[in-house]
């Protein structure tokens, strides 16, 4: 059994990481919190196996709760699930002490794996950073996630595009020529096939992606 606690600032993305495992035999996530003092803590008293957590929190971030999670307890394993894939931020996490960094829209049958991986003891890259660090771990047991098929339209890419430029769901549906609830409805399902949080990721998605879709 995984013994998990999570950490993560928005809640839904919680529950929806809850749901999923809920009837996972070999996976239980024991504690949930919302910043990384409360993380800290909270590995202190329940001791898991495994840590998830962001990098971007209130209070403290996942770098420094990590550092200080591997401090004291070097042989409980941490997982970073950001929407960072900057290799400055990726550098950071693992050298405070991660086993593994995995991006928020490589979806939940990644995060699982992932999950198996590092409990096991090995390195886990999401497949959109793993070109930048595989020469830093090669002597390392590495596994690389592989990636999905792309579960975005040609649509939906389209108003993604749009959305990084600012634009509203009216403004899209003007240009596009489309009705305004159109835009709307996709805006949730790509919301949904990403595992986001709601349309503020969805936005930070747009923009920190530029277009790259």
Do not use: C
């Given at each position: 059994m995984i013994t998990i606690v999570m950490a993560e600032d928005h809640q839904m993305l919680i529950d929806g990481v809850k749901s999923f495992f809920e009837y996972d035999e070999n996976v239980?996530?024991?504690?949930?919190?919302?910043?990384?003092?409360?993380?800290?803590?909270?590995?202190?008293?329940?001791?898991?196996?495994?840590?998830?957590?962001?990098?971007?929190?209130?209070?403290?971030?996942?770098?420094?709760?990590?550092?200080?999670?591997?401090?004291?307890?070097?042989?409980?394993?941490?997982l970073a699930l950001t929407m960072f894939d900057q290799p400055d931020a990726i550098k950071q996490m693992l050298n405070a002490g991660a086993s593994g960094y995995l991006l928020k829209n490589s979806g939940i049958k990644m995060l699982s794996k992932a999950i198996v991986s590092v409990a096991q003891g090995d390195t886990f890259f999401d497949p959109n950073v793993a070109f930048n660090f595989m020469n830093d771990y090669i002597d390392n047991n590495v596994t690389v996630g592989k990636p999905?098929?792309?579960?975005?339209?040609?649509?939906?890419?389209?108003?993604?595009?749009?959305?990084?430029?600012?634009?509203?769901?009216?403004?899209?549906?003007?240009?596009?020529?489309?009705?305004?609830?159109?835009?709307?409805?996709?805006?949730?399902?790509?919301?949904r096939k990403l595992n986001l949080s709601g349309s503020n990721d969805l936005i930070k998605y747009a923009i920190d992606k530029k277009y790259d879709f």
């Amino acid at each position: 059994m995984i013994t998990i606690v999570m950490a993560e600032d928005h809640q839904m993305l919680i529950d929806g990481v809850k749901s999923f495992f809920e009837y996972d035999e070999n996976v239980n996530i024991i504690g949930t919190v919302n910043n990384g003092e409360d993380l800290v803590k909270l590995v202190h008293l329940k001791q898991p196996k495994l840590v998830i957590t962001d990098i971007r929190m209130p209070k403290m971030d996942g770098i420094e709760a990590t550092k200080a999670i591997k401090k004291q307890f070097p042989h409980i394993y941490v997982l970073a699930l950001t929407m960072f894939d900057q290799p400055d931020a990726i550098k950071q996490m693992l050298n405070a002490g991660a086993s593994g960094y995995l991006l928020k829209n490589s979806g939940i049958k990644m995060l699982s794996k992932a999950i198996v991986s590092v409990a096991q003891g090995d390195t886990f890259f999401d497949p959109n950073v793993a070109f930048n660090f595989m020469n830093d771990y090669i002597d390392n047991n590495v596994t690389v996630g592989k990636p999905d098929k792309q579960i975005l339209s040609k649509r939906e890419k389209e108003i993604l595009q749009l959305i990084a430029g600012a634009k509203t769901s009216k403004e899209i549906s003007e240009e596009l020529f489309i009705a305004k609830t159109t835009v709307d409805t996709h805006r949730k399902n790509m919301i949904r096939k990403l595992n986001l949080s709601g349309s503020n990721d969805l936005i930070k998605y747009a923009i920190d992606k530029k277009y790259d879709f």
